[in-house]
Nanobody
Framework: QVQLVESGGGLVQAGGSLRLPCAASGLTFSRYAMGWFRQAPGKEREFVAA????????NYATSVKGRFTISRDNAKNNVYLQINSLKPEDTAVYYC????????????????WGQGTQVTVSS
């Protein structure tokens, strides 16, 4: 059974930083691309960042480029999202997802999803 478990969310002031880990189990982690998506209240889920199976390729949403960094540790079956210079508009539930082997930006490319972790940014 595949499980993706996000953690690291919380309440943070604007300008602060968070690191979101996602722990994967039940799959051959090193063979899967990993993505981060988010969904704010009343809005559709949107792509945030993705990393290929090897870590050699990454993609970022324009809104987060330069502030967010995705990375992975295939030895530990973890993917991380480092979030810096947080803004109130970053408030959302953040989800990690696994699927394919390239850093896809569309949610339909991912087969497995976590339950999400809440990030709230106060102004």
């Amino acid at each position: 059974q595949v499980q993706l478990v996000e953690s690291g969310g919380g309440l943070v002031q604007a300008g602060g930083s968070l690191r979101l880990p996602c722990a994967a189990s039940g799959l051959t982690f090193s063979r899967y691309a990993m993505g981060w998506f988010r969904q704010a209240p009343g809005k559709e889920r949107e792509f945030v960042a993705a990393i290929s199976w090897s870590g050699g390729a990454t993609n970022y949403a324009t809104s987060v480029k330069g502030r967010f960094t995705i990375s992975r540790d295939n030895a530990k079956n973890n993917v991380y999202l480092q979030i810096n210079s947080l803004k109130p508009e970053d408030t959302a539930v953040y989800y990690c997802a696994a699927g394919g082997n390239y850093a896809y930006t569309r949610g339909s490319a991912y087969n497995y999803w976590g339950q999400g972790t809440q990030v709230t940014v106060s102004s």
